[in-house]
């Protein structure tokens, strides 16, 4: 098993940064490709941003050129800049982690974005 521990959420006005964090500890070797998605209010889940062991990303257009995605792998962490964030970033952010062809899934993280 891979439990998830996400921080950084929180409430920032339009224009702000915030910087989410994800931790995964348990059984965690072999780990691959680690990301973000996002749900907001009445609306599917959908990707942010990945990583993949080697530091190869993949972001959503939403996304592009606001944020960043980086991971830490020898303290098995992923990590997630959000600059320049705008009301439609709201949502509850969600740490992803595949392992061996499972999907791990951390509790979410609540960003608000005030205009």
């Known amino acids: 098993q891979v439990q998830l521990v996400e921080s950084g959420g929180g409430l920032v006005q339009a224009g702000g940064s915030l910087r989410l964090s994800c931790a995964a500890s348990?059984?965690?070797?072999?780990?691959?490709?680690m990301g973000w998605y996002r749900q907001a209010p009445g609306k599917q889940r959908e990707l942010v941003a990945a990583?993949?062991?080697?530091?190869?990303?993949n972001y959503a257009d939403f996304v592009k050129g606001r944020f960043t995605i980086s991971r830490d792998n020898a303290r098995n962490t992923v990590f997630l800049q959000m600059n320049s964030l705008t009301p439609s970033d709201t949502g509850v952010y969600y740490c992803?982690?595949?392992?061996?062809?499972?999907?791990?899934w951390g509790q979410g993280t609540q960003v608000t974005v005030s205009s």
């Open positions: 348990g059984t965690i070797v072999s780990i691959s490709v």
């Open positions: 992803n982690v595949q392992r061996i062809g499972r999907d791990y």
């Open positions: 990583i993949t062991p080697g530091g190869r990303t």
